[in-house]
């Protein structure tokens, strides 16, 4: 049930980088629509979509978790993951659940909206199409990659990404959701294979375009080998209009804080390196620009810091 009262928010994405985000903003009085990537094709996501042809299940499940309101102990269980010597190592079991939930139900959306009863979700999450897409690259020396883990090794630059079937739906919900958003935020996640595949499912993409509610992307901290080496702010930010054909972000939030070199480091050996805030650039696109040190490094591994973000952006709503 929506209360009318709440600021309505769609933030779409995928990959780690969705979900510690949703654990932040959860926290505040917001109406919260999580549509979320489905091009997933690696690790347990990928077997269980060979298998099953359902939908990959991965990166809604980390979103399912992240929004849910139950013991701690329930959701380490959903995110555990087998190590064993046989035909369940490396699934977690909250894939397993999702995937016997569509096969109960012929419909892993309706799967998605039950599990999140269950796991007393906070807002709604839904895939950005009910259905198996297939994540393309147009390579700069105009050769073709098919499929979302395969994308980012092949070593060169990409032109563009596009999915198959190019025709996908996406559920009436999530358009409506859009449609209603009092804000709507893009990111963080990998630019190419987390981020672009939402806005490339057609009604999605064109509704995000023609919303009225205010528009933010989320910028990276780092660039990734295989996606944005070298990538600046500003370029992530031609990347999507290259894709959506327009401009029509109203705002960034950057990181200007320093990565300690020890974390560099360790990124360097990933051929990744801090994004450059250019801010300049950034702001002759029109954009409204917010920056502040939003890292967090708590594990050794860079992220996010999901307080400071979500209280940038629940700032940006109560302005």
């Keep these: 049930m929506i209360n009318a009262d709440l600021p309505k928010v769609v933030i779409l994405g995928g990959g780690t980088g969705l979900s510690v985000l949703l654990r932040g903003i959860k926290r505040y009085p917001l109406h919260i629509t999580a549509i979320v990537t ?22 809604i499940r980390n979103v399912l978790a992240a929004l849910s309101e139950v013991e701690p102990l329930i959701e380490e269980m959903f995110q555990h993951r087998f190590r064993t010597n046989g035909d369940l190592s490396g699934h977690s079991l909250g894939n397993l659940i999702l ?9 892993f959306a309706h799967a998605v909206h039950e599990l999140s009863r269950v796991l007393n979700v906070k807002g709604r999450v ?47 919900e999530a358009v409506h959701a859009i449609r209603d958003a009092d804000l709507i935020i893009i990111g963080p996640g990998s630019l190419y294979t987390s981020i672009l595949p939402n806005l490339l499912v057609p009604k999605i993409g064109e509704e995000v375009l023609r919303a009225k509610g205010k528009k933010i992307y989320i910028c990276n901290l780092m660039t990734q080998a295989g996606e944005t080496k070298g990538f600046t702010a500003s370029e992530h930010v031609k990347a999507i209009y290259q894709h959506l054909r327009e401009p029509f972000l109203h705002t960034i939030i950057v990181n200007d804080g320093i990565i300690p070199e020890n974390i560099q480091l360790r990124y360097k050996g990933e051929s990744a390196e801090p994004v450059l805030f250019d801010q300049g650039a950034l702001q002759s696109l029109g954009l409204e620009v917010l920056s502040d040190s939003i890292i967090s490094t708590e594990d050794g591994t860079i992220r996010h810091d999901t307080k400071k973000v979500s209280e940038m952006i629940y700032r940006l709503i109560k302005r």
């Design 99 to 107: 995937a016997a939930m569509t096969n109960i139900t012929g419909n």
């Design 126 to 172: 839904f895939p950005s199409a009910n259905q198996l897409l297939v994540l393309h690259a147009e390579m700069e020396d105009g050769t073709i990659v098919e499929g979302e883990s395969k994308i980012p090794t092949v070593g060169k630059k990409i032109k563009r990404v596009f999915i198959t079937p190019e025709n996908a739906e996406p559920l009436p």
């Design 38 to 59: 489905v091009a997933d094709d690696g690790g347990s996501s990928g077997r269980i979509r060979e298998d099953l042809r359902i939908p990959p299940p991965g990166d």
